[in-house]
């Protein structure tokens, strides 16, 4: 991987609480940007307690009454400054402490679903890692009840659809892993897919592998962060130890040609995370990012934001500085929100529906 240092080599603009204020850091709205906020997307690859602000840390802070290693808002975005995914992820489980209530979770949720909606998100398909929340003591249910209660309000007042994905911690054990499937078991009709996230190397899909087996019995739909950090390998194990429907990252299966075919072949969505990939030094450059060339040898690409808070860059974000820095056509923009709801865990007449929206949008916009 290539060596940088993270937010102090790469600044990225701090997000804010306000949908327009953080568009209007991304500087003038030119034609492209108008058009990437009108274009319906859906948002495949986003962890809900990646989305959790600073400014939202002190007021979940106060209101259950935790003491904050941090002075001040300042000072969380100053430590924002990763080198790595271990660096995030250090922080990023300290931020989630501040969560201890179902109430929390749902006001978590909503602040999303607003920003979302701003960027012209019609669905997302929401991770969440109960086993950060469960072993601190939190019951499974105040996380999986908080964020299904913004679930429905969000898709009630603001039209926009969602599922949840319960992700696993591969840093711990499969027999913890475990515990969790059997405690997510009463929720199990309102949760639609399993993933793998945390640290990555070290930890490879296979560990997973009986795990993976049990959830798949039960009817989850399965995917697996693969190719962020670790090698082309653990992507190979994600699909044919794992048999996931969806790859989330997959950057470093461009290392092997094989793997790219496999994958083309496949019809495999990859769930790519730009800004996410800049702060944690997985590409050097935004203009260096494989996006474009994953696109131009065929393989089903999507546009995501990973952790928004922490990576500086919600989903538009992401669309409008990406498609700048690769020069994106106005094909591959169509391309690419059109694979986010065919990589999605949609039923084919709901993707159908947004698919022709999108081929509406694009006529009137011709």
């Given at each position: 991987?290539?060596?940088?240092?993270?937010?102090?080599?790469?600044?990225?603009?701090a997000?804010?609480?306000?949908?327009?204020?953080?568009?209007?850091?991304?500087?003038?709205?030119?034609?492209?940007?108008?058009?990437?906020?009108?274009?319906?997307?859906?948002?495949?690859?986003?962890?809900?307690?990646?989305s959790?602000?600073?400014?939202?840390?002190?007021?979940?802070?106060?209101?259950?009454?935790?003491?904050?290693?941090?002075?001040?808002?300042?000072?969380?975005?100053?430590?924002?400054?990763?080198?790595?995914?271990?660096?995030?992820?250090?922080?990023?489980?300290?931020?989630?402490?501040?969560?201890?209530?179902?109430?929390?979770?749902?006001?978590?949720?909503?602040?999303?679903?607003?920003?979302?909606?701003?960027?012209?998100?019609?669905?997302?398909?929401?991770?969440?890692?109960?086993?950060?929340?469960?072993?601190?003591?939190?019951?499974?249910?105040?996380?999986?009840?908080?964020?299904?209660?913004?679930?429905?309000?969000?898709?009630?007042?603001?039209?926009?659809?969602?599922?949840?994905?319960?992700?696993?911690?591969?840093?711990?054990?499969?027999?913890?892993?475990?515990?969790?499937?059997?405690?997510?078991?009463?929720?199990?009709?309102?949760?639609?897919?399993?993933?793998?996230?945390?640290?990555?190397?070290?930890?490879?899909?296979?560990?997973?592998?009986?795990?993976?087996?049990?959830?798949?019995?039960?009817?989850?739909?399965?995917?697996?962060?693969?190719?962020?950090?670790?090698?082309?390998?653990?992507?190979?194990?994600?699909?044919?130890?794992?048999?996931?429907?969806?790859?989330d990252?997959?950057?470093?299966?461009?290392?092997?040609p094989?793997?790219?075919?496999?994958?083309?072949?496949?019809?495999?969505?990859?769930?790519?995370c730009?800004?996410?990939?800049?702060?944690?030094?997985?590409?050097?450059?935004?203009?260096?990012?494989?996006?474009?060339?994953?696109?131009?040898?065929?393989?089903?690409?999507t546009?995501?934001?990973?952790?928004?808070?922490?990576?500086?860059?919600?989903?538009?974000?992401?669309?409008?500085?990406?498609a700048?820095?690769?020069?994106?056509?106005?094909?591959?923009?169509?391309?690419?929100?059109?694979?986010?709801?065919?990589?999605?865990?949609?039923?084919?007449?709901?993707?159908?529906?947004?698919?022709?929206?999108?081929?509406?949008?694009?006529?009137?916009?011709?």
């Amino acid at each position: 991987l290539p060596s940088c240092m993270g937010s102090l080599k790469h600044p990225v603009p701090a997000a804010s609480l306000d949908p327009a204020a953080d568009r209007a850091k991304v500087g003038p709205m030119t034609a492209t940007a108008e058009f990437i906020r009108g274009l319906p997307k859906a948002e495949l690859h986003l962890h809900i307690e990646g989305s959790l602000e600073p400014e939202q840390m002190f007021e979940f802070g106060r209101r259950n009454r935790i003491d904050l290693a941090f002075g001040s808002v300042e000072e969380v975005r100053a430590a924002y400054a990763f080198s790595n995914l271990q660096d995030f992820l250090d922080i990023y489980y300290q931020g989630a402490g501040v969560l201890r209530t179902e109430r929390d979770f749902h006001d978590l949720a909503m602040a999303y679903f607003r920003r979302v909606t701003a960027d012209g998100c019609r669905h997302v398909e929401l991770f969440f890692d109960p086993q950060t929340h469960t072993d601190r003591g939190l019951p499974f249910g105040v996380a999986a009840d908080g964020l299904l209660a913004g679930m429905a309000e969000a898709k009630a007042t603001l039209g926009v659809s969602s599922s949840l994905v319960l992700c696993f911690l591969r840093h711990l054990d499969e027999d913890a892993a475990f515990a969790t499937l059997r405690a997510a078991e009463p929720w199990l009709d309102r949760i639609q897919g399993v993933g793998l996230d945390s640290s990555e190397v070290g930890h490879p899909p296979s560990k997973f592998a009986r795990l993976f087996s049990a959830a798949r019995e039960r009817g989850l739909k399965l995917v697996a962060h693969a190719g962020e950090e670790g090698p082309p390998a653990y992507v190979w194990e994600a699909l044919d130890v794992l048999r996931v429907d969806r790859i989330d990252h997959g950057n470093r299966a461009l290392e092997d040609p094989a793997l790219v075919r496999r994958l083309v072949a496949d019809g495999m969505t990859l769930t790519v995370c730009p800004l996410s990939n800049l702060k944690l030094c997985v590409v050097d450059d935004l203009k260096a990012h494989p996006l474009k060339r994953m696109l131009d040898l065929g393989l089903k690409a999507t546009l995501n934001s990973d952790d928004p808070a922490y990576f500086g860059g919600y989903l538009g974000r992401n669309w409008t500085e990406t498609a700048q820095a690769l020069n994106l056509p106005r094909a591959d923009l169509v391309t690419l929100a059109k694979n986010s709801f065919t990589g999605s865990f949609l039923p084919p007449v709901a993707v159908a529906g947004h698919l022709a929206d999108i081929d509406a949008y694009v006529s009137s916009n011709s």
